[in-house]
């Protein structure tokens, strides 16, 4: 070492080595960064509708106890949660979006020494933040179908695994896993691992006839969790309500302890509860979601891409070039978009659906860019 990186590693002798390590951070755009009237957000799986009016009316109206520090435990929204899904409510633990909970959940689980078993490509965050708590990740390739595959994230496992994750529908493919592979997880993951099912994306499973995941797992013996999010289908990224439906009191309470107290505020309370309530709204929006996504697979198709199936609110297709490049070609045509940033996957880009006219600005500027790269 020259005594110049002598010093600068001295400099950071505070730092933990697996956060020193990580290049700095550098979030993606969203909203508040681009001028919305010109630019198309299809970048972050967000949904192009606003929440149920119920939703914004529940926030408009909590304007008492402003000054008060917000329900620690969420009992409102946990009753009408394991109403729905039949989970008591001190099993269910909130979060600000599931992101964060990924991030307890790491840090309950995966110290050094540790591995934990990943689909990949997938959520990013299970990757880095196991990096950050010092643990091992161990990335399994998906099928071919773009979904978790079963039998290599179980082949995965070592005897230092503590957790294993899976997320369906996984991003950036956008496949799911059926039935039979969830059970096969349920009951091959060890009784001393925890299985973590990230489903930020089940509202729109269930409306593509996706399995029941809390059924196919719920029989499990040893620890499991499953994580959703009001930030996805309910049309509430801005408040940030993510929850975990814990197997077990020893799950949830093990969450609890490292959770944040005040992590979920009142206002994302009260409208992710409206929200809920308001399953006409969730059918409506996920029906003309459902619509959109049609029309932009088919018109990529049409295209000569060939689109990965998805049942999440987003598309990916394989480029007949690089996909950062199609990317950047797009962004300067206002329109935001995502390359799978996986060293395996070059050409594969992914696109959320958004409103109709998303869908006919990127299948405008796509036959552009792709007649000029030919
Ligand atoms: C698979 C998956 N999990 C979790 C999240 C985090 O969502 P949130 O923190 O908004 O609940 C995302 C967001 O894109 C995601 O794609």
Known sequence: MTEQADHAADALAWLRPTVRDIPDYKGPKTASDVD???????HLNESPHPPSPKAIEAIQNFSENLNRYPDIYVRALSDALSDRTGIPPEQIVFGAGT????????????GPGDVAVMPWPTFPRYAL???????????????????????????????????VWCCTPNPPSGGMMDEAALRQ???????NVLLAVDEAYHEYGMHAGGADVLDAIKHRRGPWLVLRTFS????LGAVRV????????????????????????SLGQAAALAALEDDAYLQKTLDLMATERSRLAEGLSSLGLKPLPTAANFVSAELPCN?????????????????????????????????????????????????EME
């Open 242 to 265: 993510g929850y975990a439906l814990c197997g077990s009191v020893e799950v949830a309470n093990a969450l609890s302890k490292t959770k944040l107290q005040y992590n979920t505020n």
């Open 323 to 371: 996909a950062a490049e199609v990317m950047k070609a797009l962004a300067e045509r206002n329109i935001l978009t995502r390359d799978w940033r996986d060293p395996g996957h070059p050409r594969h880009i992914r696109i959320t659906v958004g409103l109709p006219d998303d869908t006919d600005a990127v299948l405008a500027a796509m036959t552009e860019i792709l007649d």
């Open 129 to 163: 933040t196991t990096r950050i708590e010092g643990g091992e990740s161990i990335k399994v390739p998906l099928n071919d179908a773009g979904a978790n595959d079963a039998d290599a994230l179980l082949a995965a496992i070592n005897n230092r695994t503590r957790t």
């Open 99 to 110: 992101d964060e909970l990924v991030h307890f959940i790491c840090e309950i689980t995966t």
């Open 36 to 42: 919305l009237d010109k630019v198309r957000i299809l």
């Open 185 to 191: 997880l349920a009951d091959g993951v060890p009784e």
């Open 232 to 235: 996805k289908a309910y049309g």
